[in-house]
């Protein structure tokens, strides 16, 4: 696979992980009337470049996440104007539904009013939750003349699919089941904001604060949530909980290198998790907007990935509209923000060539 230029500037930025060849601004955009921090990266090169609006995901960094950043530089340097608007509920790791489109449609207003963006309307990138929730926006009619593409990284499709996977590791396609060591990040963050809507769980609100107190320290500390640094504070919350508590904590957070002892029931409440998250929150399920979506899209994920499982990319693609021309490639050389491990040589030639193919198409959809 040959690269186009811009993907052959794309990766030359990316492989030196090099911010010299953009200028970053910080810069604000008005989100329905709150100002926003956000970041503008510019290209250098002086003739008006495609644009495109990044969301970050649920994470303490939001914008500065290290991994992102490396891509959205890289993005600029291919010849393009990136903004990254902050997302304030999603740095609290609080699901704020209405953000992606509210903050899409914001970036979009900003960026036409650049001169060095190119009129006829921008792309989208969205990572994680981000990515989701920019499918879920790109099907809105009011934001879709502004709106040409969709690139989204490690999005989910089905919500109780993807929790029981937090879970267990357990996901599927077309009947062939998979299996993956779950980051507790996950359902940290599940438990974190929902738990209390599970029937029978509403007297657990100190278990939900202890979830989303983890969940945000392991954010603010940059480590993987399923190392063993987060033990000591796991044992000293299960110490403060009841013994109910402490059954549903046991489930939530065990030791690093652990599985939940009594796997029935951790799928009993991953599914009845789904099930709450889903019956107070509806616009979680992107689902019943798929079909709406008239911009190209293009999907992306890490088949490493141990947060949300490579399957629900697959499953998006499958109830995507012709009009949306969808595209996915599962890649072997990055999990979820991050990189993968090892590979044989021969597999990493043929997983470039995907990459290539991928930022090819990307890249030119704006």
Known sequence: MIPT???ARFLRAYLRDA??????????????????????????RPRPAPGWVVLHGLTVPGRHHKAMKRF?????????VVLVPDVPAWRNLTLDLDGARRTLAAGARFLAGRPEVRPGGVGAVGFSFGATQALIAAADPALQPDLRA???FGAYCDVTRMVRCTFTGEHEWEGEGERID????????????FLTAVPGMEGMGDVQAAAHALA?????????????EYDAMKRETRERLSPAGREVWDLLAPPSGTTPADMDAARRLADALGRAMLERFPALDPRPHLGAIQGRVILSHGRADRLIPW???????????PAARASTTITGLFAHSAHAGWMHPLDRVRETAQFIRLLNDALGAV
């Open 19 to 44: 911010a010299a060849s953009v200028r970053e601004t910080e810069t604000f955009v008005e989100v329905d009337g709150e100002r926003r921090e956000a970041t503008l990266y510019l290209p250098d």
């Open 311 to 321: 399957t629900e990319s697959l499953r998006l693609q499958s109830m995507m509209p």
């Open 72 to 80: 959205v530089r890289s993005l600029a340097a291919s010849g393009a």
């Open 182 to 193: 779950p980051d507790p990040y996950g359902r940290w963050i599940l438990a974190g904001n």
């Open 5 to 7: 230029p811009r993907t």
């Open 216 to 228: 945000l320290e392991a954010g603010r500390r940059g480590v993987m949530a399923w190392e063993a």
């Open 150 to 152: 969709v690139v989204a």
